[in-house]
């Protein structure tokens, strides 16, 4: 045998390779979550929305967001932007005031993307 | 009435207040939550995680990860150190190999808040 037959690589002692039960996210869902995910990555973010979320209706005035979030009015309104136009909020101006809702299909969607990773349900 | 007894400010007209259905969620919760969001805010990080989760087991080999993620075997490493320090995966050596598992309670957990903050559950 030459040195030209010898392998170019010596193979390490092969893993305990382990079956897939299902096909993995593909590259486009996950870069269309990773920007749900990135808008939920924030502790203000997290509290309005659950603050609009916990109202009847999923919905409620701009001007009963603040309470107990110590953070600008300003500050605010970033968040509520950034979670708006991720789509996990919508908005509406009624009279002086402007109304946000969540987006209710839009949290169950990202939930049962968690619950098949959990392995709790079949994808 | 003198001008002592004049309030501050006027009152604008109220809003139609919605009344809370549950509490919302607290600002401990929501900073220990932010960061677990925070750890999947990332395409890459995402797809490795559903790459171990869809094996047999909740379980991969570290070899068995980069198939179809065009990212180098460093980057991989710090993407999966981020989802391992934030709880999502543990990791274990056995012979030459590191196999990842995912935490299904961690994923459980942020499935949950999600769906109640849909309102497709009740807290």
């Given at each position: 045998m030459s040195n030209q037959d010898l392998p170019l690589s010596v193979a390490s002692p092969s893993c305990e390779a382990t079956p897939r039960t299902r096909p993995p996210m593909s590259g486009e869902t996950a870069a269309e979550l990773a920007v749900l995910f990135k808008a939920l990555a924030d502790p203000v973010r997290l509290r309005l929305l659950s603050a609009i979320a916990s109202r009847a209706g999923g919905e409620a005035c701009v001007?009963?967001?603040?309470?107990?979030?110590?953070?600008t009015q300003p500050t605010i309104s970033h968040h509520l932007k950034v979670l708006r136009e991720a789509g996990l909020l919508t908005s509406e101006r009624r009279a002086s005031w402007v109304y946000y809702r969540v987006v209710p299909h839009a949290l169950a969607r990202l939930s049962e993307v968690l619950a098949i990773e959990a392995g709790a349900v079949t994808a």
């Open positions: 001007c009963d967001l603040s309470a107990g979030i110590d953070v």
